[in-house]
């Protein structure tokens, strides 16, 4: 089944990501400028910043749900153009986990998960269930396989989620704001799983507005705003002495 | 400034749970609470039973009590010293059956008729019975299988020694059966592309899609008919031209597809744009994604809105009578024209049994998909 036509990822390459001079526009409006930014294999980043700053919008065109009109995007060695082989070759190996779960309603939690191992990566179903069950253990829901998504908690089908995503073996994951949809009660549970999934080195970009995650995981973190990058720093410092004015006046407003 | 003691609590025995207060039981209880809780709601009580009253009995009396069940002709519904107000004459439809259901097919070669039915019964218990075994090989029974093996049992297989019976033999519920059906099995999976090509992102897919759909919705059924019957003879030669049935069948097919297509639309925009997303960042390639995540949500929302396409299309069969097909309707208008059955009531009872007829397929359909619609409520929410 190697088609030579068919880019493959390439999961030793050094830069898990690389985005060159990105701009995007909706229309009128320029949401992302001049974007640049290298994600090395195993690094953790978080990216934070106030509504509306492009951090989704950057965050999706990882895995070209999102289009832009300038600049390049290569992720594990695949350039992303418009050829729908190299797109299906990147989603393949990045999962995401989007804020509002996403999950298929019409399908057991089980069914969620195997379905694009079966469809995409032709796995027998027996394997994908085994593997499915495995990722669910994972999570701490096995015993919800069963269960339709509807009969979950937001926390458990988050978690779904995310073992779904882990169900594919991405390199990479991304996760769009995988908490704010949840209850207060629930976010903490969908940390400890994120923690664990960091403690075992898979490359992570996660946006998000849990600075105690990003404080605890990140090895970077991007403050973005108003379509750009404004910084990128460790933890330490980001917290301790943010160097820009606006980071300063955001952290602020969220560390009260 | 201090809260004053009482605007404070806490909770130190637990709220037992109770169960709900009993309703007042009885046949009496809901009749009470249903018919006459109030002055208004007594009066329309009344009116109801006394309409009822009124129109009820009249029926029974015309359809069952004075219906003359049995007779050769028309001398048996006529008014008689024996019964001077006579009902609906089933003796004419009893007399008349055969020919509802076949038409003019050979009256030798009706068995054949007889084991499309039950071959087709079958493939719809198949795909109807939810939690059958199978279901995928159902489907490829239904259309690959059923279709070829209905065109050799009907139409003819002289290989098999199945003579070839012309299509302008067949008649009755038979014809009106094999246009519904084929109208509904192809308007489906039709509709469905077009609804997809509908929403497609290269133009000239999304272009053709449009077109088509506008302008078959913008034509009547019976000018769609009649271009098919009519004008394409004069521009096709004569040997090149299909069969009338089949030009027919075509014209519905195409009709309904139009209208299925804009159901499935609408059943599709339904579908968030979260699901497509967590399609495609799985890594699911379109036709798939389609098939297990987009369609199977569109096609159950929009559920009662195809079984009403399909209502609507199995009445529309009628039409066909228009360009000379012996549809159902068709062969109970040819009959009732009968001198040997000319009555005051034949024409009612013909008409009547047309109604109970297509009432008992519609209804049908009907109560299945309010079935499917309650079983797929209840399995994926609670």
Known sequence: ?256 | MAIPAEQTYLRTVPAERLPPPAERAGALGWLRKNLFSSPGNIALTFVCVVFLAWTVPPVLRFFIFNAVWSGTDREACLASPANRDPGACWAFVRVWFSYFVYGFYPIVERWRVDVFFLTLAFGIGWLAWLSAPRRDLGAVYFFVVLPVLSYMLLSGAPRLGLIDIPTALWGGILVTIVVATVGIAVSLPLGILLALARRSDMPAVRVFAVTFIEFVRGVPLITVLFMASVMLPLFVPERLSPDKLLRALIGVALFASAYMAEVVRGGLAAVPRGQYEAAQSLGLPYWRMMAFVILPQALRVTLPNIVNTFIGLFKDTTLVFIVGIFDFLGTIEAARADPRWATPITSVTGYAFATLFYFICCYGMSRYARNVEIRLARAHRR
């Open chain 1, 1 to 256: 089944m190697a088609d030579p036509d068919v880019p493959q990822a390439d999961a030793r390459a050094e830069l898990a990501v690389e985005i060159v001079g990105l701009h995007k526009w909706y229309g009128e409006f320029h949401v992302l400028r001049d974007i640049n930014l290298t994600v090395t294999r195993g690094e953790r980043i978080v990216i934070c910043g106030p509504s509306g700053g492009g951090k989704s919008t950057l965050l999706r065109c990882i895995n070209r749900l999102e289009d832009w009109q300038r600049g390049r995007v290569v992720v594990d060695g695949i350039e992303l153009t418009d050829d729908p082989k190299h797109i299906v070759a990147v989603r393949r190996d990045v999962g995401m986990v989007f804020q509002q779960f996403n999950l298929f309603p019409h399908l057991t939690v089980l069914e969620n998960c195997t379905l694009a191992p079966i469809w995409v990566r032709h796995m027998p179903k027996k394997d994908a269930e085994e593997l499915a069950m495995r990722y669910l253990t994972r999570v701490k829901i096995p015993e919800q396989a069963q269960k339709y998504p509807a009969r979950l908690s937001g926390g458990q089908q988050q978690r779904v989620a995310i073992a779904r995503a882990l169900c594919m073996s991405p390199n990479i994951m991304l996760f769009d704001e995988p908490t704010s949809a949840l209850d207060p009660e629930m976010v903490k549970e969908v940390l400890d799983t994120m923690v664990e999934l960091a403690n075992d080195g898979i490359t992570m970009l996660v946006v998000s507005h849990e600075m105690g995650f990003a404080r605890q995981v990140a090895d970077r973190i991007i403050f973005m705003d108003d379509g750009q990058i404004v910084e990128i720093n460790e933890p330490k410092t980001f917290f301790a002495q943010p160097q820009h004015e606006r980071t300063r006046l955001f952290l602020q407003q969220v560390l009260r």
